[in-house]
């Protein structure tokens, strides 16, 4: 980037999307436009409307920066501090796991199924930036929510996506351990999670930028399934008869999700599919008239 000294939006947007397919990186150009529309905070449409504009050199300055970072690893999503999720701009950093467009999948199906109930209640588990929690009060506008995280740092980010998205009203932040936070007379008619379920082992091997998320948000114990136990074994004592527990899976972890959620009491258990045709989620609903497991004493 040192010759020639002129450079256009085109010409720039040009060659850094070179430059990040020889890093391996796989959406380059959008990557490319989405950090110089940060740099001129502009609409990615600007950059096409004004493809002929020179930058200055404090402009040039940032972007090389930014460049520099995406390419060592780090996740444009936290470089530019927001990700689109089901219509809604979150505030990211690098205290929460970045929303996934396959989490869309799944959570516009409960949301298609709640959003003309009246005073639907939600539980969030591991809320993260607020995504589920905060999309969910959004398009279901008297829904309430109790939304979970063990991250201090993890919750101011959800609270400010709540308070930007007009919701902040309807939903209670907790820090603490999952289902630990939950006090032991309270019911949802939902219970969302995207949990940790990477293995432990398997973390090494994850691209550069994911490993820079935050490890409680990757790592779900040696086989994955730490979280998935917790939800199956205890769960369902949390759901109203007829409510529904709906969890994100990894892949090839939705077989034994299911039979592990089977096995807690809950009925109809089936699988969520993203966009590209992949079980992307387990769900099921706690029956009318549901034995619950016994309880152990002490344990909420």
């Known amino acids: 980037m040192n010759a020639p000294e002129i450079w256009t939006i085109q010409r720039l947007i040009t060659w850094t999307t070179g430059y990040f397919r020889s890093h391996g990186i796989d959406e380059a150009r959008l990557d490319a436009e989405l950090l110089l529309g940060y740099v001129l905070q502009k609409p990615r449409i600007y950059l096409y409307t004004h493809f002929d504009q020179i930058m200055d050199r404090a402009e040039l300055a940032r972007y090389r920066e930014l460049i520099q970072r995406r390419a060592a690893g780090y996740c444009t999503a936290v470089l530019i501090g927001k990700k689109e999720f089901m219509g809604i701009d979150f505030a990211v950093d690098e205290h929460v796991l970045v929303p996934r467009p396959d989490t869309e999948a799944w959570m516009e199906k409960l949301i298609q199924r709640f959003r003309s109930l009246p005073n639907v209640t939600l539980l969030d588990l591991g809320t993260g930036s607020g995504a589920l929690a905060v999309s969910f009060l959004y ?3 008297e829904a309430r929510a109790v939304a979970v995280d063990i991250s201090a740092e993890a919750l101011a980010v959800a609270q400010r996506n709540a308070e930007a998205a007009g919701v902040a009203d309807r939903i209670i932040f907790r820090q603490g351990d999952f289902l630990e936070a939950v006090n032991t007379n ?6 969302v999670s995207n949990p940790p379920y990477i293995p432990t082992e398997d973390i090494k091997g994850l691209a550069q930028e994911v490993r820079r998320e935050p490890a409680l948000a ?23 008869p007829g409510g529904i527990l709906a969890a994100e899976v990894g892949i090839h972890q939705a077989e034994e999700v299911k039979a592990l959620f089977a096995a807690g009491g809950l009925s109809e258990v089936q699988c969520i599919r993203d966009y590209g045709g992949i079980d992307r989620a387990v769900w099921g609903k706690r029956p009318a008239a549901a034995a619950l497991p016994d309880d152990k004493e002490g344990e909420v």
């Open 139 to 141: 398009y279901c506008r």
């Open 186 to 191: 309270e019911t949802f008619d939902l219970i």
């Open 218 to 240: 990757l790592d779900g114990g040696p086989d994955g399934l730490r979280f998935y136990r917790i939800l199956g074994e205890r769960a369902v004592r949390y759901l109203r």
